[in-house]
């Protein structure tokens, strides 16, 4: 069993940044692939950005392109996304998520198998 805590929500104005944790914990070697899913009041999960342990390849959602990095840090089992320039159309809550499979293209809520409680991001205008 892997646990997933997210850390680093809060509120923001547009323009603004925040910096999202995730550390993985519950399993001598970390997930294959770590992502950050968001989902809005009445709307479904989407993908946001993920990234590779060995090889380090991102995707992202073509609205994030830009403005949002990810990044991991293997040795301590953790995922950040730093989220430039903000908009409140980010507003959502953000999950992390994490996998033992192997995807060329992880976008998709059904491709992870573990997922954090998530933290809130709210944007004002």
Known sequence: QVQLVESGG?????????RLSCAASGRTFSPYTMG?????????????????RDDGITNYRDSVTGRFTI?????????YLQMNSLKPEDTAIYYCAATF????VPVSVS???Y??????????S
């Open 71 to 79: 990044s991991r840090d293997n040795a301590k089992n953790t995922v």
């Open 36 to 52: 950050w899913f968001r989902q809005a009041p009445g709307k479904e999960r989407e993908f946001v950005s993920s990234i590779r």
């Open 115 to 124: 997922w954090g409680q998530g933290t809130q991001v709210t944007v004002s």
């Open 111 to 113: 491709q992870y198998d």
């Open 10 to 18: 809060g509120l923001v104005q547009a323009g603004g940044s925040l």
């Open 101 to 104: 499979n192997l995807y060329s």
